[in-house]
């Protein structure tokens, strides 16, 4: 069976990091695109950061760039996403997910697999 399962969320001061991890249930995995994303309340789900798994080219939205980091552990069948200089704006649930079809998008829509999310708060 198919999964992406999330963890690393937790409250957390402004300023302050975390990583979250999501580990995958296949090493099918390693041919797509996994992605991260987030939803706060009464939002719409956004893009926050993808990571090709074969060649590892990431790309990031620019809400975040250069404060978090998407990186990838074949050996563990793990993704990450390194968050720092946390801001009370980023308080959201993070999802993990994987387009199989490597679309390479930020439309969550097209995303084929998702993981159950983990809530990320960020008090100021």
């Known amino acids: 069976q198919v999964q992406l399962v999330e963890s690393g969320g937790g409250l957390v001061q402004a300023g302050g990091s975390l990583k979250l991890s999501c580990t995958t249930s296949t090493r099918t995995f390693t041919n797509y695109v996994m992605g991260w994303f987030r939803q706060a309340p009464g939002k719409e789900r956004e893009f926050v950061a993808r990571i090709r798994w074969s060649s590892g080219y990431t790309y990031y939205a620019e809400s975040v760039l250069g404060r978090f980091t998407i990186s990838r552990d074949n050996a563990k069948n793990t993704v990450y996403l390194q968050m720092n200089s946390l801001k009370p704006e980023d308080t959201a649930v993070y999802y993990c997910?994987?387009?199989?079809?490597?679309?390479?998008?930020?439309?969550?829509?097209?995303?084929?697999?998702w993981g159950q999310g983990t809530q990320v708060t960020v008090s100021s």
């Open positions: 997910a994987a387009d199989r079809s490597v679309l390479l998008t930020i439309n969550p829509l097209d995303y084929d697999y």
